[in-house]
């Protein structure tokens, strides 16, 4: 629940012009992540913006959605990025389509506001409409709690990775 009792504003669908305010807050978010988890900084410069520019221009609407407040003075409060990606058929399903929430970053001055549960919440009806069957994400210590009130759990097969490079 948000710290103080005013509904966050509704969530939009990104825009075009949003891309840059986008970008802002995920390298807020990587930063951020470095911080908790170490390893090698990431590397935000222009040639990554121009990468993540070319993947939202090629597949935002398509198997891409980000839903977004507007903070102050053409300025994004939080964003929400999430990707959607078919699968192989299972025995148990005819629905072969799956979410993935790839970024979730609030600006420090909004945090604390509901804003991180209104963008994901409508990120989460994006993916329902469709047809998802299930949605996954990596939620760092801070957040955890903010998605298990969602209804994210980690139960069930367990989710392992390997960083191949």
Partial sequence: MPTNSVPPPDARPARAEDRGEILRIVGEVYRRMHAVYGGTPPNLDEKWQARVEESLDRRLGRDVAIYVIDGEEGRLASVAVGRL????????????MEGYIEWVGTDPAYRGRGYASSVTTHLLGWFRSQEATSVSLNASPEAESLYRKMGFTDEGPRALSIRLT
């Avoid at 192989?88 to 629905?95: A, D, H, I, T």
């Fill in 85 to 96: 990606s078919e699968t192989l058929p299972s025995p148990r399903r005819e629905n072969v």
